[in-house]
């Protein structure tokens, strides 16, 4: 899949599931739930331990699932989980160098930001999305329709304060998709294995995401388990 068809695939799912676990295992069993909950799409934050190996394992195995790395603070990392498979990569920050390096290698990366200089320079970089973080401390919906209005021309995903409430309003406010994290992949279910919590909220975001948008909602896709 090239660069332009992972936007695609993240414009149109509009979820972007952020997965911070304490253990590969967690992080496996968090993308294999949200995959059978329609979300053909996983961010493993560097945060988790042994999270390149887990980006390499989900790349090979499941060639379905579009596996990105989160947390990517530097050109090292960015170079590391591009070499493993990582097909898009995350950061909470605009650091140009990483920017960079992800156009070199021709992967697709959502540079962070808050305020409007910062996404206006992420953009200007090269960032293919602009991650705006910690959206929900800046207003919500309400920053992300003000920053839309004088920057139509910037993909925003909104991370941080999207939950099944403010879902909605953050897709009509003009965001190219979100970035949810432990709203979706739900910390106890997530220690429990209770697969079925986190299928039925990644299922209920993508109806939500698609209703919000105005078109009817796709089944949840299943497929094979990933291993």
Same mark, same amino acid.
């Given at each position: ?12 799912? +509009? ?20 995959? #059978?909950?329609?979300? !053909? ?16 394992? &989900? ?6 699932? &579009?596996? @990105?790395?989160?947390?990517?603070? *530097? ?16 950061? !909470? ?32 970089? +090269? ?8 959206? @929900? ?9 003000? &920053?839309? @209005?004088? &920057? !139509? ?20 406010? @003009? ?12 910390? *106890? ?37 990933? #291993?």
């Amino acid at each position: 899949m090239n660069k332009d068809e992972v936007r695609a695939l993240i414009e149109d799912i +509009g979820i972007v599931p952020v997965i911070r676990a304490s253990s590969a295992q967690e992080a496996r069993f968090a993308a294999e739930a949200v995959w #059978h909950g329609g979300i !053909p799409i996983v961010e493993i934050t560097m945060t988790v331990p042994g999270a390149v190996g887990v980006i390499s394992e &989900l790349a090979k195995t499941n060639p379905e699932v &579009l596996v @990105g790395a989160g947390t990517v603070l *530097d050109e090292e990392s960015a170079r590391k989980c591009a070499d493993a498979g990582a097909q898009f990569l995350v950061s !909470p920050g605009f650091d140009p160098a990483t920017v960079a390096a992800a156009k070199e290698l021709g992967v697709l990366v959502m540079a962070g930001a808050l305020t409007p200089t910062e996404v206006i320079s992420a953009w200007k970089a +090269g960032a293919d999305l602009v991650k705006v973080f910690p959206c @929900g401390n800046l207003g919500g919906p309400n920053y992300i329709k003000a &920053l839309k @209005g004088p &920057l !139509p021309q910037i993909p925003l995903v909104p991370t941080g304060g999207v939950n099944l409430e403010t879902a909605a309003e953050y897709i009509r406010a @003009g965001a190219a998709a979100l970035g949810v994290g432990g709203e979706l992949i739900a910390k *106890d279910a997530l220690q429990a294995r209770k697969a079925e919590i986190i299928k039925g909220l990644a299922a209920r975001f993508v109806e939500i995401v698609n209703q919000a948008r105005g078109r009817p909602s796709a089944k949840a896709k299943s497929s094979a388990e990933i #291993h």
